[in-house]
């Protein structure tokens, strides 16, 4: 099992209920609110899970300037008031931040037993191969 300092599992609680305030947001039709509260519990819950100094150059290398000015851009749309533009914003940012995590998402999720089957059948299994490549989103 493995063992979580006291400001990560504090950072695994706001992350779980930022990605909670998102979803439901998102459920209540965009609701303003409930978005930038799950934005910013999630942006702080990150950061206390993997630190700060990680967290931000995690944010800020090179390669990942325009994946960041995407998400947090879309963040700040959402604060701003402007949610469906926001989310847009925040969901492109967060698929070219974390596409370097989904070839072992998928090959994680293939592993499990009904979702692997899911995944293999013929007219999914190439749409999620190609997710699962990570250069697809450029």
Do not use: C
């Not at 950072?11 to 779980?16: F, I, K, N, R």
């Not at 851009?73 to 370097?100: A, M, N, S």
């Not at 070839?103 to 190609?130: K, M, Q």
């Amino acid at each position: 099992m493995i063992s979580l300092t006291d400001s990560q599992k504090i950072g695994m609680g706001l992350t779980g209920f930022g990605v909670f305030f998102l979803f439901f947001g998102m459920i209540l039709f965009f609701d303003k609110a409930l978005l930038a509260i799950g934005n910013i519990l999630f942006v702080a819950g990150l950061s206390f899970v993997i630190g700060l100094e990680r967290t931000f150059r995690f944010f800020f290398q090179k390669h990942k300037i325009k994946a960041t000015s995407f998400f947090l851009g879309g963040v700040l749309v959402v604060l701003i008031g402007w949610p469906i533009i926001g989310v847009v914003l925040e969901i492109y940012g967060f698929f070219l931040l974390f596409r370097g995590f989904f070839p072992v998402i998928v090959g994680f999720i293939r592993r499990i037993p009904v979702l692997g089957s899911i995944l293999n059948l013929p007219f999914i299994s190439a749409y999620v191969d190609r997710a699962g490549e990570s250069n697809t989103m450029v």
